[in-house]
């Protein structure tokens, strides 16, 4: 995973009542506004934004679409994989 989720502020989300269908999801913590591309191994974000604001999440930032994602880690990632400098 090349990079995680950078969370500049994170929220509980209360978790789902027990259903009868035996549906049940335990409370978890979700990020909150843009989410930021930070390197698995160097620990930096991919637009700059300095990491000691992040709270960095072992989620697969590439892959997850559920999130809102900063604007200038996405073309920073863009322009990475174009230029083929960052593989997985």
């Known amino acids: 995973m090349p990079y995680k989720i950078g969370a500049e502020q994170l929220e509980q989300i209360p978790p789902l009542a027990h259903r009868a269908d035996g549906v049940f999801r335990s409370a978890?913590?979700?990020?909150?506004?843009p989410t930021h591309a930070v390197d698995a191994t160097?620990?930096?974000?991919?637009?700059?934004?300095?990491?000691d604001r992040l709270e960095v999440l072992e989620q697969d930032w590439e892959e997850a679409f559920f999130v809102e994602k900063c604007a200038d880690c996405f073309a920073a990632?863009?322009?990475?994989?174009?230029?083929?400098?960052h593989h997985r």
């Open 28 to 33: 978890r913590t979700a990020p909150v506004g």
């Open 42 to 51: 160097s620990g930096v974000a991919a637009c700059g934004i300095t990491s």
């Open 77 to 85: 990632v863009v322009a990475q994989h174009a230029a083929g400098r």
